[in-house]
C-alpha cells in the first residue's frame, strides 16, 4: 500500500491535534484541571498514538503512549499540582512536535523522547497505580458525525489564487478588446465576469482565513522556553488574540515575529538580578498588540528591558562605512533605530545560538517588505523597545500606479503616489547630498529610477523635461522619482519574487497587467535606503 498520501493527511492532522493540546494546557494553566479538559486531552493524545501506530511512525506512538499514561493517572486538580505535571507535559508535547517535524523533513536530529519517557516512569504517580482511576469513561472509538468543515492543503488554495490571477488578466484582455466594439450586451458579461472574479477571490480569501490564536500560542511557548534557558522571567502578554487573518500571512509572520521575541528575551530583558538593581520588577514583560486598523494588520511587539544602544549602532555604522563622519554628526534619532535593518549591523558582543550573526533583523524586514508591508522600530535606554509591524490585509489585489522605465513597466502603490507631474529640466535644484525640487514649500530630494535600477536611458538633457512622481517614502519622508512616462492605474494581483528574482531588493512582488505585460512592484524604502549608500553623479551639472 502506498502510504504517501495517508502520511500527508497525518502531517496536516498532527498539527491540528497539537494546536487543540497547546489551548488545553494553556486553560489549565490559567483556569485549574476540569473534567471535560482533561478528558479531551487524553482523547487527543490517544487519537494520535493510533493514528502514528497506523503509518508506522513507531518513535511517535510510543511517546504519546506514555504521555497518555500520565494522564489517565491524574484524577484531581491536587494530583495536577502534587506532581508539578503540567511543565512535565507541555515539555512532552513539544518533543512530540519536534519528532513530527523531524519525520517531515526527514532530519536525522535525535530527539531525547526515550530519555524523557524515563523521566516520567520515575514520577512518584507511577509508584502508586492503585490509588489512580480514570477521571470519566472516554469513548474513543470513532463517531460519525455531520461534518460541516473540509481540511484543504494551503498550497490548494494557493493555486487557485493564481488561478483567479489568470482570469483576472484574460478578463482585462477582454475588456481591452470590447472598446473596438460599441457592445453594451459585451460590455454587461465583462461586468458580470468581473463581479464573479471578485466573488470567487472573496470567497477562497475566506477558505484561508484562520485564528492568529494559533500563531500566539507558538509564540507563547517560544518566549517561554528562551527565557527558561537563559535563566530570565517573564511575563507573557497578548492582546487580540481573537482576530482571524489570512492564513499565508500568518504563516509568512511566525518567522519575522520568532526572530524579535529572541532578540527581546537574549538582548532585551535584563536577568532579574540586574533588573532589581534598575529598581525594576524581576519579571521582564514582553507584550504582543495586534488590531485590525482599516484595511490593516498591526502587530506591537513591546518589551520593558534595556532598550537599544543609540550610540553603539551610530559607532558601528561608522566603523564599517554605512554612514559617513558627516552623516554622524546630523543623523537623527529615528536614521540611526533605522538603521538595524540593514546588513551585518549587529551590536552584539557575542553571537548566540539564539539571536544569530547580524543579519536577522534585515532578514525580518526584507520578509514584511516582501508581504507590503513596513515595520518601524522605537526605543529608550533602560525602558525598552517597541516593534511595529503594519500589513495590508488585502495582500493579492493591489491598486498600483504603472510608469515605465526604459523597457520596463514598473508598478507602485496607488497609496503610495502623492502626485504625478512634469517639470522642466531647470527647475531641479542641485544640493550638496544631490538633486531636489521645490513641492509644497519644501525641498524634497530626486532620484532617477534609471540610475538606481542600472536601466538605459537617453541623455535627460534631450527633452528638456521630467517626468516625476512625487511619492510617500515613510510618515515623514517625500521623495520625487523621475521615470520616462505614466501608464496608468490598475488594479492588480501581486505574486511574490521567487529564485532567482527574489534577490532584486528594490522589488517586493510581480504581476501581469490586463494586455499581459510583466510588471515589478517596487519597495520604496529599500531602493531609497540604497541610493543613500551609493554615489551617484548630479543628473545635471550645470543645474542650480
Known amino acids: 500500500m502506498n502510504l504517501d498520501k495517508y502520511i500527508q493527511i497525518f502531517f496536516g492532522q498532527v498539527e491540528e491535534y497539537l494546536q487543540e493540546i497547546y489551548q488545553i494546557l ?21 487519537s494520535l498514538k493510533g493514528m502514528a501506530r497506523t503509518i508506522g511512525f513507531s518513535g511517535v506512538e510510543e511517546l504519546c503512549h506514555g504521555l497518555e499514561n500520565v494522564i489517565k493517572r491524574l484524577s484531581s486538580q491536587n494530583q495536577w499540582e502534587a506532581n508539578n505535571i503540567l511543565p512535565t507535559l507541555i515539555e512532552g508535547f513539544a518533543l512530540l512536535e519536534q519528532l513530527v517535524e523531524n519525520l517531515k523533513s526527514n532530519s536525522e536530529e535525535k530527539i531525547p523522547y526515550r530519555e524523557f519517557l524515563s523521566r516520567l516512569n520515575s514520577l512518584p504517580l507511577f509508584r502508586a497505580q492503585n490509588e489512580f482511576r480514570l477521571i470519566s469513561p472516554i469513548d474513543l472509538s470513532p463517531k460519525l458525525k455531520n461534518y460541516t468543515h473540509a481540511q484543504v ?58 485564528p492568529i490564536k494559533i500563531l500566539t500560542e507558538r509564540l507563547s511557548r517560544l518566549a517561554k522556553n528562551l527565557a527558561k534557558e537563559q535563566n530570565k522571567e517573564i511575563e507573557w502578554m497578548v492582546e487580540g ?65 534595556k532598550g537599544i544602544d543609540l550610540e553603539l549602532i551610530k559607532e558601528k555604522a561608522l566603523k564599517t562605512g554605512i554612514i559617513t563622519s558627516e552623516e554622524g554628526k546630523i543623523i537623527s534619532r529615528e536614521e540611526i533605530l533605522k538603521l538595524i535593518f540593514l546588513p551585518n549591523l549587529s551590536t552584539a558582543e557575542t553571537v548566540t545560538e539564539i539571536s ?38 488585502k495582500l493579492y ?121 510583466i510588471t515589478f512592484l517596487l519597495d520604496l524604502e529599500a531602493l531609497i535606503s540604497f541610493s543613500k549608500q551609493i554615489n551617484l553623479p548630479y543628473l545635471f551639472p550645470y543645474a542650480g
Open 153 to 210: 492543503r494551503t498550497e490548494i488554495l494557493d493555486r487557485l489564487l493564481n488561478l483567479i490571477s489568470e482570469a483576472l488578466v484574460f478578463q482585462n484582455r477582454l475588456r481591452s478588446i470590447s472598446k473596438k466594439f460599441n457592445s453594451r450586451e459585451l460590455r454587461y458579461l465583462i461586468s458580470q465576469l468581473n463581479d464573479l472574479i471578485k466573488e470567487l477571490y472573496l470567497q477562497i480569501s475566506i477558505a484561508r482565513i484562520m
Open 26 to 46: 494553556s486553560t489549565i494553566e490559567r483556569e485549574g484541571t476540569k473534567d471535560n479538559l482533561v478528558n479531551q486531552l487524553m482523547s487527543d493524545t490517544h
Open 356 to 393: 544569530g550573526r547580524g543579519q536577522g533583523m534585515f532578514i525580518v524586514a526584507n520578509k514584511i517588505k516582501g508581504l507590503g508591508g513596513s515595520i518601524e522600530v522605537f526605543s529608550q535606554k533602560d525602558q525598552g523597545s517597541k516593534f511595529q509591524i503594519t500589513l495590508p490585509l
Open 241 to 305: 488574540e481573537h482576530l482571524e487573518f489570512d492564513r499565508g500571512v500568518l504563516e509568512a509572520l511566525e518567522e519575522p515575529l520568532n526572530h524579535l521575541i529572541r532578540n527581546a528575551v537574549d538582548h532585551g530583558i535584563e536577568k532579574p538580578a540586574e533588573r532589581e538593581k534598575k529598581q525594576k520588577p524581576r519579571r521582564g514583560k514582553i507584550n504582543l498588540n495586534i488590531a485590525r486598523i482599516k484595511e490593516s494588520l498591526v502587530l506591537q511587539l513591546e518589551d520593558d528591558g
Open 397 to 517: 489585489i493591489l491598486p498600483a500606479f504603472i510608469v515605465r522605465v526604459g523597457d520596463f513597466l514598473i508598478s507602485l502603490p496607488v497609496t503610495k503616489v502623492i502626485s504625478s507631474t512634469q517639470v522642466l529640466n531647470q527647475k531641479i535644484f542641485s544640493q550638496n547630498y544631490g538633486e531636489a525640487i521645490m513641492f509644497r514649500n519644501s525641498l524634497i530630494p530626486v532620484y532617477s529610477l534609471h540610475r538606481l535600477l542600472k536601466i538605459e536611458s537617453p541623455p535627460l538633457e534631450e527633452k528638456g523635461y521630467l517626468s516625476l512622481i512625487i511619492i510617500e517614502v515613510s510618515k515623514n519622508q517625500t521623495a520625487a522619482l523621475i521615470v520616462d512616462n505614466f501608464v496608468g492605474q490598475e488594479e492588480i494581483i501581486i505574486r511574490p519574487l521567487k529564485p532567482p528574482l527574489n534577490h532584486l531588493q528594490a522589488f517586493s512582488g510581480i504581476s501581469l497587467l490586463e494586455d499581459g505585460r
